[in-house]
């Protein structure tokens, strides 16, 4: 809270994109003060608009994925978008320097891809949450690389990091190609050598696409580890303790995979470590249990989790909705988890329950992250597809939205329209266009004033624009804008009053171009048809007055009183020669 | 990416791309494009590089992703983008300033030229700047104020001044002569006017028969004058013949929105590009015509129908003369979609050679090298 320099006290309050402070019953106290407050700028970040303009078009295209297949075709469709998805959170990743937020939602993302989307069973699990781990422990790849660039990588300080790390992420092939180097430089321990390459070498890798059953790989998986074991029991690496904690750690024993809590750095490392060496073939409702009881020794140190860890928790124990929650509050900005939401709904794993103000998850999700993109001065367009996608509110956000947008010139309204057009919303096109018009006839461009209303239809406004027209006319004896007036073509139908004006520049054409009789003809339709404003009958018959072959052309303005008595006089004496001319000529027999 | 297309997120609404012109003796293929943004709190002008010099052989046409060489701050939308000479631009904004930028290729920086603030303008209010055109050194700028402004590159003042040469806003401009220019307005008129007259008023006005629709582009055929294809409001195509009369030779169901840009490919003009709103970007390309040239629609199965308004005159058609008979019966006129997939609208595009640069309300530029043409 601030106070004012007057005395007053403040509250303030955060909208979507703005924010609002009114003034409260408090008193106040103490001196003035005024903390400047600024919200979260990632919106405004130019690597981050990458990621919402890619992932607009990702979320555009899910969308219009066939209804006609049913959801199991689909699958690899959506596993396919996941991974597009997580493909551009990489791409900002790798531009953004402050990258941790990042990293936490593509990891989130990636194992909800792997448990929800994917949803492997026993065999495959464990081979993706191997992937899973793999891609984001990317510093093994580099200390190796230092390692083998080295002189002697062998002698290398981090060289048995190295081959440990390669253990723990199942890569045996790797760790054997740098145990040959480590075995060369020690030809007495060869035996060891070559009895710890044939161990890393037969150990069985579960193949999805393989003939061989999951419980025929679990039968070959166990005799592999009763070999493990008889060479652990036999003392057979005792010589070399390097040896034998990469034999430990093979044989899957938890101390062991505990003292190196350094090179797994993270819990889920060591769970999926454990599972590999100890339960490969883990099914994915056994999985929350080892989660749990693997957070749990991983983090004897500190007695909370962070929220990250609650999250991956709550994702192996497929409790989505808990992951979405956690999510929503321990992140600052809705993209992750509306997007996340909606891919998760599309595969059908979302429970429809109702929040409390009527409106399921996703659609939730979506809306608020579409509305905060609508405060962004350029990124509302993206919002629109959104609000598209949001059957029950969607479009009452978008019609409250799209009025707010400022229009600051005619291509950015044109833009605007279109959207309004194209969803019908009738009552924002004629509001734009009549914004757009009033603001032209303020500048006197009449054309553009009557281009808008043309496209909203608006009868009414063409009328305002044909009597500054004809007031024109009036008050300085031309017409101006005739480009515009000459031309009207079908948009004359559209009022009355343009189409009178239409009409009478007819007339004065003709007149010009000395078709008298055509002229007289019009000018009497455009009296009889009764279009003519009644301020404009005495112009009209004043116009009468070269066709009633009067000598003089008489162009009065209106202001003064004598003028119009002088006119009316002029009109009776033209009329009444009129008259007396066609009497005689009535009256003539031919002879 | 599909269709030979590289593409590039940008973090700016992109409201035109332009080729930087390659000179006429080197069979070069372009190789440095500008573009402008819009909508943005701070909008920019940008040069980019596609990698052609230097690169040899034939490659796949997406290794050239666009690379940013530099870039500078532009007060307002860029409405309109031109290049003047190999160094230099000219811009039209939103504010109504008319702004010549100079690349300064050694350095890669960018500083401006000279730039004519409010050159459009209302008594009270900025009037946006809508199309600019220029023949070294001269430039000529068009406004929402229906003014039209002649200005020489290198001289402070307007040369001359064009007053309510419209009631409407003129949305794009283009050359028919050294002379005389073509504008196209905001109620469906072209209209000619003609440098050599001190008159201001246009020497000829076209408009179509029906309604009033808005023209948002127009392109010049490049090797005949008299020849102008307009795309508007309703995403219409319509070729023109200005000395036959007034109304077009050819009227084609092109886009479903607003058509942004039309482009004749300035050596083979036998092929056209439109850009629109909904978010596609349109390859036309008339074939050689048969001897007996038949107007009707021809049956063609796509979203195209072509009609004409008036028979095309003499007895041997040329090859020009295609656009004007627009017939989409087989073989005359295909039409294809080159984009891969539904994007934002597509503001702005340039074809030079065999490469095509479009720019997007996605924030995106695609970059295709190796066009059909």
Redesign the interface.
Same mark, same amino acid.
């Given at each position: 809270m601030c106070q004012t320099s007057a005395g007053t006290h403040l509250g303030f309050a955060w909208g979507p994109g703005d924010i609002l402070v009114y003034e409260t019953l408090y008193k106040a106290s103490g001196c003035p003060c005024i903390h400047e407050v600024r919200k979260d700028e990632d919106i405004y970040s @130019?690597?981050l =608009? *990458?990621l919402f303009?890619?992932s &607009? &078009?990702i979320f555009?295209?899910l969308q219009t994925i066939g209804e006609d297949l049913p959801s199991k075709n689909k699958k690899p469709q959506f596993v396919s978008i996941s991974k597009n998805y997580r493909s551009v959170i990489r791409a900002c990743m790798e531009e953004l320097q402050q990258v941790s937020i990042l990293l936490a939602i593509e990891l989130i993302w990636n194992l909800c891809e792997v448990l929800f989307i994917d949803a492997a069973p026993a065999g495959s699990l464990l081979l993706h949450l191997l992937d899973w781990v793999r891609l984001h422990k990317a510093d093994v790849d580099e200390k190796a690389r230092e390692v083998l660039q080295s002189e002697s990588p062998a002698e290398h300080h981090d060289y048995w990091n190295v081959v440990v790390s390669y253990v723990l992420q199942g890569r045996l092939e790797e760790a054997r190609q740098m145990l040959v180097k480590q075995a060369t430089l020690q030809p007495a321990a060869r035996s060891m050598y070559k009895l710890m390459d044939t161990l890393l070498s037969k150990m069985p890798f579960y193949n999805p696409g393989g003939t061989q059953t999951l419980t025929e790989f679990d039968v070959k998986w166990r005799h592999w580890h009763e070999e493990v074991d008889r060479c652990l029991q036999d003392n057979s690496f005792a010589s070399n303790k390097h040896l034998e904690v990469i034999c430990k750690i093979l044989v899957g024993d938890e101390d062991t995979l505990l003292e190196h809590k350094d090179l797994l750095s993270t819990w889920y490392h060591f769970l999926v470590t454990r599972l590999l060496f100890c339960h490969p073939t883990v099914k994915p409702t056994e999985l929350h249990y080892y989660a749990q009881s693997c957070l749990t020794m991983f983090l004897d140190s500190r007695s909370v989790p962070e929220p990250l860890d609650s999250i991956l928790l709550a994702a192996f124990e497929f409790d989505i909705h808990q992951v979405i929650k956690d999510c929503s509050i321990a992140l600052n900005n809705w993209w992750f988890v509306a997007h996340l939401t909606d891919l998760l709904d599309h595969c059908k794993l979302l429970q429809s329950h109702n929040l409390h103000f009527g409106s399921n998850l996703r659609e939730f999700l979506l809306l608020e992250y579409a509305s905060g993109l609508f405060t962004h &001065? +350029?990124l509302w367009?993206?919002a629109v597809d959104y609000f598209d996608h949001c059957p029950e509110f969607g479009r009452v956000y978008l019609e409250l939205q799209i009025e707010r947008v400022p229009l600051?010139?005619? =291509? *950015?309204a044109? *833009?605007v329209l =279109?959207i309004c057009e194209?969803r019908q919303m009738s009552e924002q096109v004629r509001s734009i266009c009549k914004i757009m018009a009033m603001r032209a006839l303020r500048?006197? =461009?009449?054309?553009?004033a009557? +281009?808008w209303s043309?496209r909203a239809k608006d009868a009414a406004f063409a009328t305002l624009i044909s009597e500054k027209f004809l007031q024109d006319y009036c008050a300085r004896g031309t017409f +101006?804008?005739l480009?515009?007036i000459d031309?009207?073509? @079908?948009?004359m139908l559209l009022s009355d009053r343009l189409t009178f004006l239409g009409k009478y520049r007819e007339f004065h054409k003709l007149y010009g171009e000395k078709r008298s009789g055509e002229a007289a003809k019009l000018l009497l339709s455009l009296m009889t048809a009764k279009i003519a404003p009644r301020s404009f009958w005495m112009t009209l018959l004043t116009d009468a007055l070269p066709l009633l072959e009067q000598k003089e052309v008489v162009h009065l303005s209106f202001q003064d009183e004598d003028t119009e008595l002088t006119k009316v006089e002029l009109l009776r004496l033209a009329l009444a020669r009129n008259l007396a001319r066609a009497i005689v000529k009535e009256g003539t027999v031919e002879a | 990416c599909a269709n030979g297309f590289a593409d590039e997120y940008v973090s700016q609404k992109i409201s035109k791309t332009r080729w930087r012109p390659v000179s006429h003796s080197s069979l070069q293929q372009p190789d440095i494009f500008a573009t402008g943004s819009w909508d943005n709190e701070d909008n920019k002008i940008s040069f980019w590089s596609i990698g052609n010099n230097g690169t040899t052989g034939m490659d796949d046409g997406f290794e050239g992703d666009p690379q940013l060489l530099c870039e500078h701050k532009h007060d307002g939308d860029v409405l309109d983008l031109q290049f003047l000479d190999q160094d230099r631009i000219v811009t039209a904004s939103s504010t109504g300033a008319v702004t010549i930028f100079r690349h300064h290729q050694n350095s890669q920086t960018i500083s401006v030229s000279q730039s004519w603030a409010r050159a459009h303008r209302y008594p009270c209010d900025n009037a946006p700047c809508t199309g600019v055109v220029c023949s070294s050194p001269e430039i000529v700028t068009v406004g929402e104020d229906g003014r039209i402004i002649v200005f020489r590159a290198d001289q402070e003042g307007v040369v001359r001044v064009i007053e309510n040469a419209d009631s409407s806003t003129i949305h794009a401009v283009t050359y028919l002569r050294t002379s005389e220019i073509l504008t196209v307005n905001s109620i469906g008129q072209l209209k000619l006017f003609d440098f050599r007259q001190q008159s201001n008023s246009p020497s000829q006005i076209l408009s179509l028969s029906g309604d009033r629709v808005p023209l948002h582009c127009v392109d010049r055929h490049p090797n005949q004058q008299h020849i102008v294809a307009t795309g508007g409001q309703d995403g219409m195509l319509c070729v023109w013949d200005v000395r036959q009369g007034n109304t077009p030779f050819s009227l084609m169901e092109a886009h479903s929105a607003e058509m942004w840009e039309v482009h004749f490919h300035p050596s083979n003009p036998d092929h056209l590009f439109t850009c629109s709103e909904d978010g596609s970007l349109l390859h036309w390309e008339t074939s050689s015509p048969s001897d007996m040239p038949s107007f009707l629609q021809g049956g063609r199965n796509n979203s195209m129908i072509s009609r004409s308004a008036m028979a095309p005159a003499g007895g041997n058609q040329s090859l020009i003369n295609a656009w004007l008979s627009g017939d989409s019966s087989k073989g005359r006129l295909e039409t294809t979609h080159m984009l891969p997939s539904q994007t934002l609208s597509v503001n702005s595009l340039d074809v030079l050679g065999q490469c095509l640069v479009c720019g997007t309300d996605g924030e995106a530029i695609f970059v295709n090298r190796q066009v059909p043409v």
């Open positions: @130019p690597i =608009r *990458k303009n890619e &607009h &078009h555009v295209g &001065h +350029s367009q993206l600051d010139t005619e =291509r *950015k044109l *833009k =279109r194209q500048n006197n =461009r009449l054309g553009s009557l +281009s043309i +101006s804008d480009d515009l031309n009207l073509g @079908p948009a | -």
